[in-house]
DNA sequence: GTCTATAAGCCGATAGAC
DNA sequence: GTCTATCGGCTTATAGAC
């Protein structure tokens, strides 16, 4: 058996982590509370993790890199449709989306994680994706709304089946769009 | 002159907290900082206010009252179009869309005044003047994605004037609704 | 109405034993 | 890897003088 890359500890930490976040929010979710779920102490944790920032930051990590990877690789091959560019977005929040959950419930935690600037531009550059660099306001609030709405949705329905979600909510978003 | 109903030094704490939670979010602005922000010690806080409870339910209740109002006139009078819906909910957001802003920047502070569940009937009952009592998971997106995608387009475009914005964001969500 | 002084508690983080 | 014990700092909130 190899040695594993993260400890099975620290993995466990970081899953009452956020099982703790969508419960109570970000800034509710104490290390008191994390280690007392987890069943060890306080200072426990800090040999997993050098502090509470890094460990809200291993959590949000895996969204960041999957969408800067998403948005590099529209970006060079600009000649997707709406909904297929939508799509591959609906794709990568969903799969984090435990982590999307957080971060819409309080997107406080970016700016603390020097996240804001990077997500504020996720916006931007979509928004040029599907309309090019100088949209019009009416283009903006389009953008906003369908992608927006996109995220609500993936965070809302956490019951309904993939498949259907997936096509309820690209219907909305591109009907947004006019498209 | 009448004695004021409410003290003009409450009102500028409240003022200061409004433009505290703004920068920092509800959670970051501690009493001291907002004292300090009027020019008065923490202590006289609660002279004016008997808990940092109390101060951020009086911030927030104006926003209610207003959404709790619209939604039971036009529950009384079931004839109205979506656009003229929308329009009205448009604006009670914008009038008050500093304590929107507060709301959307961090929902977490809805459960804590134990408002999480009327704010959640608001989405549930626009869901039904929209699309009647037993919505399909296509039109509960539709209605997430307009009803959200208005309340983002009010915080974030700030410097848009009011009417073009208000068109602008209404035509999107009437477009998400396919009508 | 505002002040000084302080209580009581939680926070993130560290020291050092085992 | 986890523990006990603790530090310094912040918080909401109160007591009591002026």
Request: charged share 25%; net charge negative.
């Amino acid at each position: 058996m190899p040695r594993p890359r993260t400890s099975e500890t620290a993995e466990r930490i970081r899953a009452a982590a956020l099982e703790l976040i969508a419960e109570k929010g970000v800034q509710q979710a104490s290390l008191r509370e994390i280690a007392e779920r987890v069943g060890i102490t306080k200072p426990a944790l800090y040999y997993h993790f050098a502090s509470r920032e890094e460990l809200l930051r291993g959590l949000v990590q895996p969204l960041v890199d999957d969408v800067e990877e998403l948005l590099a690789r529209l970006e060079s091959a600009p000649s997707h449709d709406a909904r297929e560019m939508l799509g591959a977005y609906f794709d990568v929040t969903y799969r984090h989306r435990a982590i999307t959950k957080m971060v819409m419930q309080d997107p406080s935690v970016l700016a603390h994680l020097d996240l804001a600037a990077a997500v504020d531009g996720w916006r931007r550059r979509l928004q040029a994706l599907l309309f090019g660099p100088a949209p019009t306001l009416a283009q903006q609030t389009r953008a906003t709304v369908a992608v927006g709405g996109l995220g609500d949705c993936t965070v809302m329905f956490t019951d309904a089946p993939f498949d259907e979600l997936r096509r309820a909510t690209l219907d909305a978003a591109c009907a947004t769009l006019g498209r």
